[in-house]
């Protein structure tokens, strides 16, 4: 694995952080910002902060990232953090239909045995937190 995947120390992350850089687009209400994916994990992601932006923090966020393969793929999540440059989400109820690509997306850069890994533990804490 790149050292640049790898979380730092004192990060509390359960998941690897996986750098791309993909176009990506954050819509919430009727409003809708382009960005850039930073990173990407099966919890969460980080993108680019648009700049100027009148979002309500208390709503989740609809994600669409632009892969290079044509494709969309698209999420919800809940924005956790604001940095000057950067803003993190937490991705929210993802379905088969989302995984697959996704772990597709992370298996590009970790070995496939890792995201397996992470996939399981991603089961385990949605059938802790659904039960």
Known sequence: ???NTQAPANDRRQFTRVPRQLR???H???AAWEVVLIDISLNGLTVTHPGEWDADYSHPFQVILRLTDGTTFETYAHLIHIE???LGFQMEHLGAEQIAPLARLLSQTVDDE???QELRLLDEINR????
Do not use: A, F, K, R
């Open 24 to 26: 990506t687009e954050l």
């Open 128 to 131: 802790l937190t659904h039960d």
């Open 114 to 116: 890792l995201v397996e």
């Open 84 to 86: 000057p440059d950067t």
């Open 28 to 30: 919430q209400g009727g």
């Open 1 to 3: 694995m790149n050292d």
